[in-house]
């Protein structure tokens, strides 16, 4: 943990600092748990009252806030956003460790820039590239032909299979499965007969997925994640998806095979996505949304439901139904 004082912290932030600058910052919490030589943050007027009744030595605020006496105030137009690169300062990651470890095994083939860590029982199969300053850590494994940009972090237990690519910065939670074979089956002779799943996975830079997700290979082609997009924990990708850039898709959310989701779109947790669905740029799709097969979600207003709907119908629904019960109960 880094330990600075307001100002220092401000100038890092490109922001300005108001009243006490030389007050030391050493840490950060949440308003009501902060102590003095700690960091906290005002997200908006509403929470004004709390800000004031803090013990925060420090916070970051909007225009308009008024501190308690003693205050240090790093005024910023997005609180929780400078809040968010100030934790970064605060604490940050540890460096790589460069070199591979004794009981790790990189295939002879690999190339594993000399910046690189390597820990132990990682597996790194034939011809794959690591980029610099990335972090594969222990039990991680790493399949042939893969490719993994600079300055990312693959935690421990994460599996990448053959021909995947992967872009600078990105992180990969521990479990996380990246490139297994497509839900790909076709029924012939009385059975299920497997269909090869033969294509691969493309990551753009930037990319975090969580713990125990798992994003499927190709039948034929390419299962895309883009720049920036964020998965949660327990996420499934199925095969043949493209997810676009900078898209947000939150915990237990499941995507039938070829399904679209343009750039910046939001997923809420426990969504449920049916073949080759599309979800347009900017889209909202409210938590435990079921969107069948097929189905385009335009932007605009969120949708909700099952199947799912523009949030104001959906209401408007529920509503009704809620008449009808008491209606019925009073029968």
């Not at 748990?33 to 009744?53: C, I, N, P, T």
């Not at 460096?95 to 690999?110: E, K, L, N, R, S």
């Not at 079921?290 to 959906?314: C, D, M, Y």
């Amino acid at each position: 943990m880094i330990r600075l004082t307001a100002g220092e912290l401000a100038a890092k932030l490109g922001l300005n600092c108001c009243g006490p600058s030389e007050r030391v910052v050493c840490g950060a919490a949440a308003l009501v748990d902060a102590a003095s030589e700690q960091l906290s943050f005002v997200g908006s007027a509403k929470y004004f009252d709390a800000g004031r009744a803090s013990k925060a030595g420090t916070v970051v605020v909007p225009p308009g806030y008024e501190p308690a006496e003693g205050q240090a105030v790093i005024e910023s137009p997005q609180p929780r956003a400078h809040f968010a690169v100030a934790l970064g300062i605060l604490y940050p990651q540890a460096a790589p460790a460069a070199g591979i470890h004794p009981a790790a095994f990189v295939d002879p083939t690999a190339v594993v820039d000399c910046t690189a860590e390597i820990g132990p029982g990682v597996r790194i199969g034939p011809d794959s590239r690591i980029g610099a300053r990335t972090r594969i850590l222990h039990g991680a494994s790493i399949g042939a032909e893969v490719v993994v940009g600079a300055d990312g972090c693959i935690h421990p237990l994460a599996v990448i299979h053959d021909r995947v690519s992967i872009g600078a910065r990105c992180v990969l939670h521990s479990g996380c499965v990246i490139g297994a074979d497509g839900f790909g089956f076709e029924f012939s002779g009385g059975r299920f007969q497997k269909v090869p799943q033969v294509g691969t996975v493309e990551i753009g830079d930037d990319v975090e997925i969580g713990a125990n997700s798992c994003v499927d290979r190709a039948a034929l082609g390419v299962t895309v994640i883009g720049t920036g997009t964020k998965l949660d924990n327990m996420v499934h990708i199925a095969h043949n998806c493209r997810i676009g850039k900078h898209v947000v898709i939150a915990a237990q959310t499941g995507l039938a095979g070829g399904v679209t989701i343009g750039d910046y779109a939001v997923v809420g947790g426990q969504v449920g996505v049916g073949d080759k669905a599309r979800i347009e740029s900017r889209a909202v799709v409210g938590s435990g949304a079921g969107i069948l097969t097929s189905k385009i979600v335009r932007a605009g207003e969120p949708v909700w439901g099952t199947p799912a709907r523009p949030l104001r119908q959906h209401l408007a629904q529920l509503a009704t139904l809620a008449r009808l019960s008491k209606r019925k109960g009073g029968a």
